[in-house]
């Protein structure tokens, strides 16, 4: 168990609607990742917060976007859903923004479009 | 920019057989480098790191030298066993911005270990 926790395990939904996804850092984590995994494309960064602050953006669609609460969880937002975003969602945490601090991983939301 | 080249797979070997997978990477800087192993229907795990050149990371048998001059970081393993199936991926810390931190990961390589 790597102590983040990721709703709901799966989603199934048509194109054109909207999901919000949703993940809880380990105890301590400041800093979250989103990461986006497809067949074709692999595991694709999407966004980082720190603390409430987003930090890095990567591969992430202007129809996706993305927020940390005070609490620490975050929220990852997809809208006008197409087939294409059909995948799986994982999101990570560290302890802070160094480097060499390992992130830690969800199981994931398994996210079909119909 | 950056970004890591894993040996393609399916890989399938027997069981106490020697295990190798190829890592190489591309990228400005000095990178962390991590194997992280994903298990069926389950998140990414955190399998070994190293954070500069000639480090060693090592857990549960496995290990992986950051070698700077040839840009990889293969994965080894000296007896694998049927548990060690799973899909493994190399990544590196990509950190040009201050502050901010990405693994770039390669394509995964799916092995199967036959008993």
């Known amino acids: 168990d790597s102590g983040v926790t990721q709703t709901p395990k799966h989603l199934i939904t048509a194109t054109g609607q909207r999901v919000t996804l949703r993940c809880s850092p380990r105890?301590?984590?400041?800093?979250v990742y989103w990461y986006q995994q497809s067949l074709d494309q692999g595991l694709q960064f999407l966004i980082q917060?720190?603390?409430?602050?987003?930090?890095a953006k990567g591969n992430i669609l202007e129809r996706f976007s993305a927020q940390q609460f005070p609490d620490l969880h975050s929220e990852l937002n997809l809208s006008s859903l197409e087939l294409g975003d059909s995948a799986l969602y994982f999101c990570?945490?560290?302890?802070?923004?160094?480097?060499?601090?390992?992130?830690?991983f969800g199981d994931g939301t398994r996210l079909s479009i119909l | 920019g950056n970004s890591v080249t894993q040996m393609e797979g399916p890989v399938t070997l027997s069981e106490e057989a020697f295990l190798t997978i190829n890592c190489t990477y591309t990228?400005?800087?000095?990178?962390?480098l991590f194997w992280y192993v994903q298990y069926p229907g389950e998140g990414l795990q955190l399998l070994l790191k190293?954070?500069?050149?000639?480090d060693k990371g090592s857990n549960k048998g496995f290990e992986a030298t950051y070698r700077k001059e040839t840009t990889s970081f293969h994965l080894e393993k000296g007896s694998v066993q049927v548990s060690d199936s799973a899909v493994y991926f190399c990544?590196?810390?990509?950190?040009?911005?201050?502050?901010?931190?990405?693994?770039?990961f390669g394509q995964g390589t799916r092995l199967t270990i036959n008993p």
């Open positions: 990570a945490s560290s302890e802070s923004r160094g480097t060499n601090q390992p992130q830690h």
């Open positions: 105890s301590g984590d400041l800093s």
């Open positions: 917060y720190y603390n409430g602050e987003e930090r």
């Open positions: 990228a400005t800087g000095y990178p962390s």
């Open positions: 190293a954070t500069k050149a000639d």
């Open positions: 990544a590196l810390s990509d950190a040009r911005i201050q502050g901010a931190q990405k693994l770039v």
